[in-house]
């Protein structure tokens, strides 16, 4: 006979039994409720409200926090006329959603081809159909988009975002926004729930489909299924893919913590000496950019660091043909071996700058590094200014004159109007390219007292004379003129003298006249309109910018006697 099996015991083990799987909930028995239930099908943290009375009041929404909203729940929801009912998203989703509120700057009341631009934008990322719905009463749009296989909700929140804005249509609440959303990152522990949006074609809720001229359309649910899977059908679903992909590397890149800080920095320190010269007035920005990347990149200090600069700029792309510094290359790339050598420190090392406030000596030795570059701004600036009065090229028009500046000195318009007084027409204020120190400007010499002038011919100064320094510029203090200091002339004075010809005057020289006249203008206490009146009684109706090198001396004589009255 076959042997018994012992009965089994409490000590034997028993085999663990296959968990078992949570079966979906039940749909409602209407077909089309339960294709309703199938798309909007993430039951956590629904939103319901009761059907506001007056189409312009805004639902008072409320979360349902303590339970899921069950299939047949949602679409008893939906039915109820006076009720609102709307969802959020899971981890994957079948459709996106585009919204535009109806005082959006975007709507088509506003903006007729702003429906256009959107589907274009879409159009680019494999979306080639859409659905359009007027979503209440209040007139808002929104626009469908409708998926043949379900993709990562964040990659689509992702795509839709960066998608709109590289077509400048910038997310903003209350304007344009897009379902599902970019949410946050949450904290271990926790979880963010993706943005809710009320479900389309609510009984008596206002919600119908539209046309493309914004004409309603027959809105029952089998309509708006049948064009909902026409749709999903016309779109690039591989294309789509790929682009999801891209955004979520975009927006990897644009979330980088600050330790990628460092990378990133390289990275555009490398992009910008790759460039090389594009235009004039680039030398300092450039010899500064290979300083930085030599001392904190390559670790290079010295002498070895000089070269480096030296070799670099050199053999960068536009350096023979844009560089004006050529033939002081060498000692340019010594001067900021040595100022970037100051300023910056090898990657990993201890800082040579006390980058803290807790003292006022600490706070004295930190450089202002914006205050730097908003400097060398003034200068490209002021460096352009002058070349374009040089060749009789200053536009005397507001625009033409901005866009001429503006090339040549490789500076955005934003930042020539924090400059105004150095370039706008109205302001009159026209500085050298570099600010020059009190002490380094020769002692000028006693202008002669006012005679008769000539009428017969112009007068013009053999010797042109400079104004004194000042405190932290060059036009901030009164000018002293005395006969007892030596002056380009040794102690002689220098009355103009009637000249033949009229030589070219130096690029030096000219930018010593133009000085010299904005140091009169200032002590005279003129304003703008009165140095322009002046200079029109005395050339014929001309503007500053319009003088010749010979009438620019001129005026600076006219000035000075002017000032001796």
């Known amino acids: 006979m076959p042997r018994k099996q012992p009965p089994a015991c409490a000590s034997q083990a028993i085999a663990p039994q296959p968990a078992r799987q949570r079966l979906p909930e039940p749909l409602p028995r209407d077909p089309l409720g339960q294709r309703l239930c199938q798309i909007f099908s993430y039951p956590w943290q629904a939103i319901v409200a009761p059907a506001p009375t007056d189409a312009s009041q805004k639902p008072a929404w409320q979360t349902l926090t303590q339970y899921p909203l069950k299939p047949r729940s949602l679409w008893t929801y939906w039915q109820d006329a006076a009720q609102l009912v709307g969802v959020r998203f899971g981890s994957t989703t079948t459709y996106g959603l585009i919204d535009l509120d109806a005082f959006s700057l ?6 007729r081809q702003a429906l256009a631009t959107i589907r274009a934008a879409l159009a680019s990322i494999g979306i080639h159909q859409t659905l359009l719905l007027r979503s209440s009463w209040n007139g808002g749009l929104h626009l469908y988009i409708p998926l043949p296989e379900a993709v990562p909700t964040f990659g689509l929140a992702v795509v839709l975002k960066h998608c709109l804005e590289a077509h400048h249509l910038p997310l903003q609440a209350g304007q344009l926004e897009v379902f599902p959303n970019v949410k946050r990152y949450s904290k ?3 979880y963010s729930e993706y943005n809710a949006h009320r479900l389309p074609l609510q009984p008596s809720s206002g919600s119908v489909l539209l046309s493309d001229r914004l004409q309603p359309l027959p809105s ?4 708006f299924f049948q064009q909902w899977d026409q749709a999903a059908a016309a779109q690039d679903l591989e294309q789509l893919n790929q682009a999801i992909a891209e ?3 975009q927006h990897q890149y644009r979330s980088y913590n600050r330790r990628s800080n460092t990378a990133i920095w390289q990275q555009e320190l490398e992009t910008e000496m790759e ?6 007035g680039q030398t300092n920005h450039l010899l500064k950019t290979i300083g930085c990347y030599g001392v904190v990149f390559q670790s290079l200090s010295g002498t070895a660091l000089s070269h480096y600069i030296e070799h670099t700029a050199i053999n960068s792309p536009g350096y023979s043909e844009w560089c004006q510094h050529q033939h002081e290359i060498s000692r340019r790339a010594q001067e900021w071996a040595t100022t970037a050598e100051n300023y910056y420190w090898p990657l990993g090392t201890s800082p040579k700058r006390d980058r803290t406030l807790t003292s006022s000596t600490a706070a004295n030795n930190i450089v202002n590094f914006n205050q730097k570059r908003a400097e060398e701004a003034q200068a490209r600036i002021k460096q352009a200014v002058l070349e374009l009065t040089q060749q009789g090229q200053l536009p005397d028009g507001l625009t033409a004159r901005a866009q001429a500046i503006a090339s040549i000195a490789q500076c955005s318009h934003s930042t020539l109007q924090k400059y105004k007084e150095l ?3 109205e302001w009159y204020v026209i500085e050298p390219p570099e600010p020059v120190a009190a002490s380094s400007i020769a002692p000028a010499i006693e202008p002669p007292k006012l005679l008769e002038d000539s ?4 007068l013009h100064t053999s010797v042109y004379m400079k104004g004194g320094g000042a405190e932290g510029s060059l036009l901030g203090e009164r000018s002293s003129f005395s006969s007892q200091r030596e002056g380009p002339g040794r102690g002689k004075t220098s009355f103009p003298q009637p000249l033949t010809s009229s030589p070219q005057i130096a690029p030096d020289d000219l930018s010593d006249v133009i000085v010299g006249i904005q140091i009169q203008v200032r002590q005279l206490g003129w304003t703008v309109e009165q140095a322009h009146q002046f200079i029109a009684d005395h050339f014929h109706g001309k503007r500053r910018s319009q003088l010749t090198e010979d009438e620019l001396v001129c005026l600076l004589y ?3 006697t002017r000032s001796r009255l």
Do not use: F, I, V
Request: no cysteine; aromatic share 6%.
């Open 106 to 111: 975007h709507h088509p009341t506003r903006d």
């Open 188 to 190: 271990a522990g926790e």
């Open 455 to 458: 009428p017969r011919e112009e």
């Open 247 to 249: 955004a979520k590397k």
């Open 423 to 425: 370039w706008h027409p």
């Open 558 to 560: 006219h000035l000075r």
């Open 220 to 223: 029952d649910l089998s309509s």
């Open 275 to 280: 460039q090389g010269w594009t235009g004039p």
